[in-house]
């Protein structure tokens, strides 16, 4: 499916991650317990200092900097990376760039950020950059991941830090629309390994108030996003930041659909729910 977007959704998607990150420079700028438990078994220094690096990264490849961190072994791994090395080159990263205190990697962040959107100004959005593990993805595409991570990564250290995090509908849906789908409908390289689905087919319709209407084909070793052209076996509805924090496996799916964030209709349920237990996230 091709990136759908116009002139003012990509003003509004520049616009939300220079916004989102300097909240998340202003949550760290607070922040006197960088040593609590985030999320896994990184603390909140380990989760800022990596958003940061992402940023870092990201500011390079919508450039098509071969080398976007400056250190030749982790940018070699991260071109050839695939959802299983994730652990490691975070690790390495975070060792390369370390949290310093949150003032200092908030800025950072924020000044990444900025290059990021400025060395993209000019591009077409839709104009496609190698990314992880070989992947080809918009321009726009990586700007909205960062995004994402600004955005999930931020409520992993609120929520740690006892400290209010919302995260607006529109924003979550920029992350959807312009980061998840393409990802998922995308050349995606090495990075998920062939990770389709060796199942039976499924089409799965994701419908919201604040998002493109889309239809995911998974199965038979493929996966595609389409416009919903077709009848769907189930219909996912959803609240875009309630749908962002349960694919990205913040908040249990029972949980999820118990609090209306996400519901399920259509003739087979099921395959949605199966679906969403399954996706797998980098």
Do not use: K
């Not at 219909?235 to 749908?243: Q, V």
Request: hydrophobic residues 45%.
């Amino acid at each position: 499916m091709e990136l759908e977007l116009t002139d003012q959704r990509w003003e509004h998607l520049r616009e939300a991650v220079a916004g989102a990150s300097t909240r998340f420079a202003r949550l760290l700028a607070d922040c006197h317990r960088p040593d609590r438990r985030a999320v896994g078994d990184w603390s909140v220094a380990e989760t800022a200092a990596h958003t940061a690096v992402v940023a870092r990264l990201n500011a390079g490849l919508v450039s098509a900097d071969p080398a976007p961190l400056g250190v030749p072994d982790l940018d070699a791994m991260w071109r050839e990376a695939s959802f299983g090395d994730f652990t490691r080159i975070n690790s390495l990263s975070n060792e390369r760039f370390p949290y310093r205190d949150g003032g200092s990697t908030g800025r950072d962040l924020v000044e990444r950020v900025d290059v990021m959107l400025a060395r993209s100004a000019d591009l077409d959005p839709r104009e496609l950059r190698t990314w992880l593990g070989g992947a080809r993805l918009p321009v726009a595409t990586m700007v909205a991941h960062q995004l994402n991570e600004v955005l999930l990564h931020g409520f992993d250290i609120a929520e740690a830090l006892g400290a209010p995090w919302p995260i607006p509908p529109e924003e979550a849906a920029l992350a959807f629309d312009l980061f998840l789908m393409p990802l998922i409908g995308g050349d995606t390289g090495a990075l998920f390994g062939g990770g389709a689905h060796r199942g039976r087919r499924v089409l799965i319709e994701f419908r919201s108030a604040h998002t493109t209407p889309v239809l995911v084909e998974d199965g038979d070793g493929r996966i595609a996003v389409t416009a919903p052209d077709r009848a769907a076996d189930a219909t996912i509805t959803f609240e875009p930041a309630a749908l962002l924090l349960q694919i990205f496996r913040r908040t249990r799916l029972l949980a999820t659909l118990a609090s209306r964030g996400v519901s399920v209709s259509g003739p087979h349920p099921w395959a949605a729910l199966d679906y969403l237990r399954r996706t797998r996230t980098p």
